[in-house]
């Protein structure tokens, strides 16, 4: 069945049919205008999207639907983290063309029904048209403690560096995927990444800022230092370094979904994920910068990641 | 100027220099992982998203891209009214062709500005990445008093069917437009129609039932019926044809973006706007249909209204 005879009314049916019940428990959940939604008293909304364009962030004949599906979800709910909440409701509007077989969107809304499941989250509603190429966009709210969201600008002088897991296997597993290599342990952390969904919330009221790994340490933590006007130091035999990936892959490889946490202090295990201090937050001078140490070497860390348009 | 020579973050600069003001008074604004809103108390959220596809929603050649920004803030807005609510805030995920002028997009983000100004509402944040063809996800909240949202399933038999302003600019407006005629009002009507931003939120505590024109009155109202498992029942001589329009575009034409309010009884006037009563709902048989009054004949209005992967 392609998705021209299924139509738009169908493949609404189908994903109330799929994601109803859950999102049964909203005032208003799928099908009507809008979704409606109640947020708990001292709580503010964390809002925010993250879009997937056929041929740019995936190739239909290399990856499978359901990692599509999956990570569309995955790399908003590790966004909502990085502001220190908690992802809760999405939307997904989804452009495709008229040809494309049900068999595809059946697995890839069984990763979206998988990254609920995992993230404790539900479908609200969203959109969809006919297009030539595929375009997933997946709108997340959560929620954060009224006046603690964590912003990306808050680093101070003296602050600890710290990230969470480890660093390089997304970027291994993307590597052996394109070579046409068997899923191994990389690959399936390429495809199914782990966003630290509850360790952003723990850590809120003790970090001074925070950011995810979604374009490479190098590039993500270069964004909190110009932000919070300072530079930062890295020392390279004190990075996580995943098993079997190398230097190159942990300072730039993206879609890591780590947390990058600047904070005064934190314990070694966080929600039950390890917590690696890998440098700390410095003066500035007029450039805001990275500089990685290696032994008695040091050097300055440039941004080495994703830029869209390029 | 292309956008590749702009670069992504050159974008995330210009968006945040132009409508960084208005978001500033957020919590968190644009240009973080995630947008920080505060909701004020005893109003639930109300969140749903609007998809544009290039060659299908419309025409790089064809439509203005002022148009374009407009619209898809517009179609949004229309939706959260629809529900009772107010619009408030929104996300804008943009993928377009590196070689895309920036002359396209000033003008696509001067019809955005548009919409802000005109809905008072304001841009949080977004998320854009490079593509073959342009595809533009509009993701909207905004508020309603707690259990006052406004659905589709509410209708009562008795109850009046209202309708706001009048029907049929848009597709008149559409026909000139595709046959190269120059602007005129109603070619204006459908490149910048009018949600109808205030009356839904006004008339929410006295609506059973309420959906806005986007697919054409038949398409609309029929969900209207089928959601409540009622029948409905419009008179021809009463529908507000807008001067120039036929039935026809009256009947089916979609993007009109008037609100289709399912009441017992309504002022004929509510915020400035035109309310007319076009018919009421009566009982339903097996099936949840509509028909139309032409004098002393009655028809069964099917709806033919627009699907998508037709």
New interface residues.
């Given amino acids: 069945m392609k ?2 005879d ?4 169908g ?1 609404i049916r189908k994903i109330r049919e799929r994601f109803g019940p859950k999102a049964g428990e909203l ?2 959940g799928i ?9 708990p ?1 001292n709580y ?14 995936f190739i239909r004949d290399l990856h499978p639907p359901d990692s599509i599906g999956y990570k569309a979800i995955a790399a908003n709910v590790s ?2 983290a ?2 220190g ?1 908690v992802a809760t ?1 999405f ?1 997904i ?4 063309p ?1 040809d494309l077989d049900w068999i595809w969107l059946e697995a890839f809304f069984r990763g979206v029904e998988q990254a609920c499941e995992r993230f404790d989250i539900a479908l ?10 595929i ?1 997933i ?1 997946v ?4 929620r ?1 403690r ?2 603690q ?1 964590v ?3 808050g680093a101070k002088i003296g602050d600890g560096i710290y990230i969470t897991g480890t660093l390089g296997s997304s970027a291994v597993g993307l590597e052996r995927l394109k070579s046409g290599k068997m899923r191994d342990a990389a690959v399936e952390r390429h495809l199914f990444p782990e966003p630290r969904y509850q360790v952003g919330a723990a850590v809120a009221n003790q970090a001074h800022a ?3 790994v979604s374009d490479g340490l190098s590039t993500d933590l270069t964004h909190i230092v110009e ?1 919070s006007k300072v530079s930062g130091r890295i020392y390279k035999d004190r990075l996580p370094i995943w098993p079997g990936a190398e230097e190159h892959h942990a300072l730039h490889g993206g879609e890591e979904y780590e947390l990058i946490i600047i904070a005064p202090e934190l314990p070694a295990i966080v929600e039950g994920i390890p917590v690696t201090r890998i440098g700390e937050i410095i003066p500035s001078g007029l450039e805001h910068q990275l500089f990685l140490i290696d032994g008695t070497r040091e050097s300055v860390l440039y941004p080495r990641g994703w ?4």
Wanted: aromatic letters at 4%.
């Fill in positions: 998705l021209r299924l139509g738009e009314s493949l005032p208003v099908g009507d205008d809008a979704a409606v939604i109640d947020l008293e503010s909304l964390v809002f925010c999207s993250d879009l997937l364009a056929e041929n740019t962030h966004d909502v990085a502001m909440g409701h939307l509007s989804l452009a495709a008229g609200a509603g969203g959109d969809s048209a006919s297009s030539e190429h375009f966009d709108s997340m709210i959560g954060v009224s006046g969201a912003r990306r600008s925070m950011i995810d932000e830029e869209h348009f390029g």
